[in-house]
């Protein structure tokens, strides 16, 4: 098995969620047949929303690049990074190391257009859409996304969430964002922020959902095994 290095603590428990996915997706007998990872979990991050939604944040492009450098240098043979908005930052991460990068964002519009969706209700971070990070691969794969007219309760809901906030107080708000995006049009949702990852159970069951973390797990998989 090839390791993989994890740009982690955007956030933590987003960052444990996919350590466990991971581990999960793996048919094992004993601890040598897991995948093997290097996690870089560093919740002192500049934060993404600050920098692009409040523009008074500190750069996150230098720090990420620094990751990029250290789980190179400990041993590790790609990189990953379970945090959607961050991949404004994947050609600082990517141009740090002369490892591949295993975009989150690729992999997930790939497994949106295999799976027929055509407009992608985005549950996401409102700096994922001024960001326009998914803007490229939904259009190589002829996918249109589906925003909110007003995703500040979403915002609300990841702040809560990174502040601690049980997600099953959460629930309920989400599922009401969730039916929101069916009502625009949206004929699948896309989980885009990680920390709503650990949240699925509250989308409704009447439309179909993915979640970017999930693409993430498997492109993590097929490379260690690759």
């Known amino acids: 098995m090839k390791t993989v290095g994890i740009l982690g603590g955007m956030g933590p428990e987003a960052t444990i969620l996919l350590m466990q996915k991971v581990m999960a997706a793996v048919p094992a007998r004993d601890d040598a047949d897991h995948v093997p990872l290097i996690v870089h979990q560093n919740p002192q991050v500049p934060s993404r929303i600050k920098a692009l939604i409040e523009g008074s944040g500190e750069d996150p492009g230098p720090t990420l690049a620094r990751m990029a450098r250290d789980l190179q240098a400990a041993g590790a043979q790609a990189l990953a990074m379970p945090c959607n908005t961050a991949h404004h930052y994947a050609p600082a991460v990517a141009q740090a190391t002369s490892l591949p990068f295993l975009d989150m964002l690729d992999v997930t519009a790939a497994s949106l257009a295999a799976q027929g969706a055509r407009r992608v209700g985005m549950l996401a971070s409102p700096a994922t859409r001024l960001a326009g990070v998914f803007e490229a691969p939904f259009a190589a794969h002829g996918l249109t996304p589906v925003f909110l007219p007003d995703d500040s309760d979403l915002l609300a809901i990841i702040r809560a969430i990174k502040a601690g906030e049980a997600t099953a107080t959460l629930g309920p708000r989400l599922a009401t964002q969730a039916e929101a995006l069916v009502a625009e049009g949206a004929d699948h949702l896309l989980v885009a922020c990680t920390e709503l990852s650990l949240m699925t159970s509250a989308l409704p069951?009447?439309?179909?959902?993915?979640?970017?973390?999930?693409?993430?797990?498997?492109?993590?998989?097929?490379?260690a095994k690759g």
């Open 205 to 223: 069951e009447s439309v179909a959902h993915t979640d970017s973390l999930d693409c993430l797990t498997a492109a993590i998989v097929d490379f």
